[in-house]
């Protein structure tokens, strides 16, 4: 989608803090970080929310978690961590493509909002 903030920091044309990248996926450091570490890992293929989530995309979605347990393993996160997703305007989604919030280094509250 070419007027999608997160299209545009997947295909290069926004700059950010790369923390993975691969054929499927990228993930990027928060510039807003809720955590000490914080970022975002999100599908190159343009998913509005978790609510478009099929059984056409799913496997990009598979592939979100398996990075997501690969970084946590490499970026040592041995005290756990969350990930959120947030989905629709009143859930707090800001940006219309599906993304992974990753936050690790500091004890999380519940409930989260």
């Given at each position: 989608?070419?007027?999608?903030?997160?299209?545009?920091?997947?295909?290069?044309?926004?700059?950010?803090?790369?923390?993975?990248?691969?054929?499927?996926?990228?993930?990027?450091?928060?510039?807003?970080p809720?955590?000490?570490?914080?970022?975002?890992?999100i599908?190159?293929?343009?998913?509005?929310?978790?609510?478009?989530?099929?059984?056409?995309?799913?496997?990009?979605?598979?592939?979100?978690?398996?990075?997501?347990?690969?970084?946590?393993?490499?970026?040592?996160?041995?005290?756990?961590?969350?990930?959120?997703?947030?989905?629709?305007?009143?859930?707090?989604?800001s940006?219309?493509?599906?993304?992974?919030?990753?936050?690790?280094?500091?004890?999380?509250?519940?409930?989260?909002?």
């Amino acid at each position: 989608m070419s007027d999608c903030l997160f299209c545009k920091i997947a295909a290069g044309e926004i700059p950010s803090d790369c923390v993975y990248s691969d054929e499927l996926v990228y993930a990027f450091n928060d510039i807003d970080p809720q955590a000490p570490r914080h970022f975002l890992v999100i599908p190159r293929e343009h998913i509005r929310s978790c609510a478009e989530v099929s059984a056409e995309n799913s496997a990009v979605v598979a592939h979100i978690f398996e990075v997501i347990a690969k970084l946590a393993a490499e970026l040592g996160f041995k005290d756990g961590f969350r990930v959120v997703s947030n989905c629709g305007a009143s859930a707090g989604q800001s940006v219309e493509h599906l993304h992974f919030h990753v936050l690790s280094g500091r004890d999380m509250t519940w409930p989260p909002g």
